[in-house]
């Protein structure tokens, strides 16, 4: 077992150069992923926000969509079940 563990450890200290090389590109891939992900987040952010303020501020665009409700049948039912209870 302790063969072994001295065999890990040349091959390590043989291969250190490498190994931290590769380590070191890894760290740089994921920083850079993780700040294009960030760019594109505040980037959509100030996009959305720019859109919203804009389309608010435009009175002359199109109106909201009205619409109308017919509660005849609701109000003939809850004016029937007051006039049971009352009977």
């Known amino acids: 077992m302790s063969q072994e563990k001295v065999d890990r450890y040349k ?5 250190k ?4 090389k590769r380590e070191k590109l890894m760290r740089r891939i ?3 992923v993780a700040a294009v992900v960030i760019a594109l987040f505040v980037c959509w952010f100030a996009w959305s926000a720019y859109n919203t303020v804009t389309r ?4 002359t665009a199109q109106a909201e969509p009205i619409t109308e409700l ?3 049948g609701y109000t003939d039912y809850l004016g029937g079940l007051q ?3 009352t009977e």
């Not at 091959?11 to 291969?15: G, L, P, Q, W």
């Not at 150069?17 to 931290?20: A, E, F, G, N, V």
């Not at 608010?56 to 009175?59: H, I, L, M």
């Open 30 to 32: 994921e920083i850079a």
């Open 70 to 72: 017919n509660a005849d």
């Open 11 to 15: 091959e390590y200290k043989r291969n």
């Open 56 to 59: 608010s501020g435009d009175e």
């Open 17 to 20: 150069d490498k190994i931290l």
């Open 83 to 85: 006039s049971t209870f």
